[in-house]
């Protein structure tokens, strides 16, 4: 593991299965584990699995201007958000390019949690915290553990009355075997899921029982880098490694623009003075590159970085592929020209280990395009 400043109560329960706690954002995170990576999969597409994603940040915004510094340093107009309610938003620089996405949680009138990854997040709410009324205070004592499934709703509702109304997109402050936690539904799979925000002190209790208690629905943990496989069907961006951070331009900085990543719908109907908005709407129709989905023939996957040629020209890289046993498809997220922003073009992908792959562009997400497995209700 490499020197890691943020520490998960769960470090040892992963060590146990088999992790070394790689570092991710300055946490020691169960990349890997001793079992089968694609079954975690295939529980948390058909089951449910269980995940330690405290590496993410939590971040509490209080007082008065709690609101204002959300409204400057995110793409979201939070006047709309009510207690009870999240949404997920982005952060631009002063060029209009993305810096950091995040899950705006809004607990009260005056207060408000914003979860974000890698990115600038903390330091541009800080940014724009500076001469208001408010408080800005990183919290690591939170954990972050995601109970992601079909079947998750139904382990839940064993213990907490209420949580099969609880919407898309909605928290609420409850109790969990005994101990207070906020459970909110959301998460990062592209599947009915929930996130428990729990004590350090409770976090390895509520572990060992979910998954203890869980066994007869199937319930097993995952690694942190299944999501790896979940994200790359239900187009869920990954920064940097889906981003010229990863991937720079040969002539220009790094950046990208929300319409180059797809991501503009994050942008409220008519916000302005949010950071960087005004050459947000300027880049409008400048794209220099679009993120779009690849349909591969065959079962070889192609790894992270793998050109993508058009004839003889290297056109764009993978950024994530995977193959899935469920659905029969080998499937990727790639950076690719505007004009194969479509569907049936044909292309290839070099693969290292596999040599060419024939591949054709296709619209994301590839899984559940109505997003009704999400979102559903009972």
Not at 231 to 252: I, K, M, Q, V
Request: hydrophobic share 40%; charged share 25%.
């Amino acid at each position: 593991m490499t020197a890691s400043w943020r520490f998960s109560a769960l470090a040892d329960r992963h060590r146990a299965l088999g992790s070394s706690l790689e570092d991710w954002s300055g946490m020691g995170t169960a990349w890997s584990y001793d079992a089968d990576p694609m079954a975690e999969y295939e529980a948390i597409r058909t089951k449910a699995g269980l995940m330690d994603v405290s590496g993410l940040k939590k971040v509490h915004i209080t007082g008065a201007g709690a609101s204002h510094v959300i409204d400057r340093a995110t793409t979201r107009n939070v006047e709309k958000l009510m207690p009870g309610r999240a949404v997920y938003a982005c952060m631009l620089n002063d060029a209009g390019k993305f810096v950091d996405d995040c899950v705006i949680y809004r607990t009260a009138p005056n207060a408000f949690m914003v979860v974000h990854g890698a990115g600038q997040g903390y330091e541009q709410l800080t940014m724009a915290a500076e001469g208001r009324d408010v408080s800005v205070r990183f919290d690591d004592n939170l954990h972050d553990l995601s109970l992601q499934g079909p079947l998750a709703v139904d382990f839940l509702a064993r213990h907490v009355p209420g949580i099969r109304d609880l919407p898309y997109f909605s928290h609420m402050a409850t109790s969990l075997f005994g101990v207070p936690a906020m459970i909110s539904r959301t998460g990062y799979t592209g599947e009915r899921g929930y996130e428990l925000f729990v004590r350090a002190q409770d976090a390895g209790m509520i572990w060992d029982r979910i998954l203890d208690e869980g066994k007869d629905l199937g319930i097993i943990p995952c690694r942190f880098t299944t999501l790896d496989l979940l994200r790359t069907e239900s187009y869920l961006l990954f920064f940097p490694y889906d981003n010229s951070e990863a991937y720079p331009f040969e002539d220009e900085p790094c950046g990208d623009t929300l319409w180059e990543l797809g991501l503009d719908f994050t942008v409220s109907p008519g916000k302005t003075g949010f950071r960087g908005a005004e050459e947000h709407y300027r880049l409008k129709g400048k794209e220099r590159f679009k993120i779009w989905g690849l349909k591969l023939e065959g079962t070889a996957v192609p790894g992270n970085g793998a050109p993508v040629m058009r004839g003889d020209q290297q056109v764009g890289v993978v950024t994530q592929a995977m193959h899935s046993p469920l659905y029969d498809w080998t499937v990727a997220i790639a950076r690719l020209p505007v004009d194969c922003a479509n569907e049936g073009t044909a292309l290839t992908v070099n693969c290292a280990e596999n040599g060419p792959i024939a591949a054709v562009t296709a619209p994301m997400p590839f899984l559940d395009p109505g997003k009704t497995r999400r979102t559903a209700k009972g």
